[in-house]
T-cell receptor, first 113, second 115 residues
């Protein structure tokens, strides 16, 4: 299996632009998680899905952030408009069941100028 | 509110020695899971070990083992025969299964294994 796939691996954009991060979970996994990692705040869970349904989005920082999972093999995290404080590494992880072992993607390094 | 605390921001150990990383947590739930993840310089997140709260036996994975003290809400990770490749940031994760599930990571412990 290829593991969790994230794209792009790196993104540099200007403040105010829309950013879309993509994730393909491991085939057969039915839970998908989006995390953000910064030096100041560590690892934060933004949102997670179970069977394509958002279960907990309490970690989404504000309305500028949105996430979708239109099918079992694809999810997006969108930031619109982006701000410099959104600069971070964004990880996607998937698991078999919410309580299952999570397998992380390589992350997307986002820099908002 | 659930919390996870890793009180050691940095640790170092000599190669081949044993090191223990601490993690304490707080939750009123009885049904939960605990994990240790490592993040090497490559920034990839890798599962190290998991423990189900209902299991009394401590989990073990090769050189990695945990000391799970449920009453004390403590979940420490012991790395035996440390190797240079163990150098990484280690995160403790609490997963509450009930009520839709909550996931809380600790702040991490940066472990350096020295030759």
């Amino acid at each position: 299996d290829a593991g969790v796939i994230q794209s792009p691996r790196h993104e540099v954009t200007e403040m105010g632009q829309e950013v879309t991060l993509r994730c393909k979970p491991i085939s057969g996994h039915n839970s998908l998680f989006w995390y953000r990692q910064t030096m100041m705040r560590g690892l934060e869970l933004l949102i997670y899905f179970n069977n394509n349904v958002p279960i907990d989005d309490s970690g989404m920082p504000e309305d500028r952030f949105s996430a979708k999972m239109p099918n079992a093999s694809f999810s997006t995290l969108k930031i619109q408009p982006s701000e410099p404080r959104d600069s971070a590494v964004y990880f996607c992880a998937s698991s078999s069941g919410v309580e299952g072992d999570q397998y992380f993607g390589p992350g997307t390094r986002l820099l908002v100028l | 509110a659930q919390t996870v605390t890793q009180s050691q921001p940095e640790m170092s150990v000599q190669e081949a020695e044993t090191v223990t990383l601490s993690c304490t947590y707080d939750t009123s739930e009885n049904n939960y899971y605990l994990f240790w993840y490592k993040q090497p310089p490559s920034r990839q997140m890798i599962l190290v070990i998991r423990q189900e709260a209902y299991k009394q036996q401590n989990a073990t994975e090769n050189r990695f083992s945990v000391n799970f003290q449920k009453a004390a809400k403590s979940f420490s990770l012991k790395i035996s025969d440390s190797q240079l490749g163990d150098t990484a940031m280690y995160f403790c994760l609490l997963m509450i299964y009930n009520q839709g599930g909550k996931l809380i990571f600790g702040q991490g412990t940066e472990l350096s294994v020295k030759p």
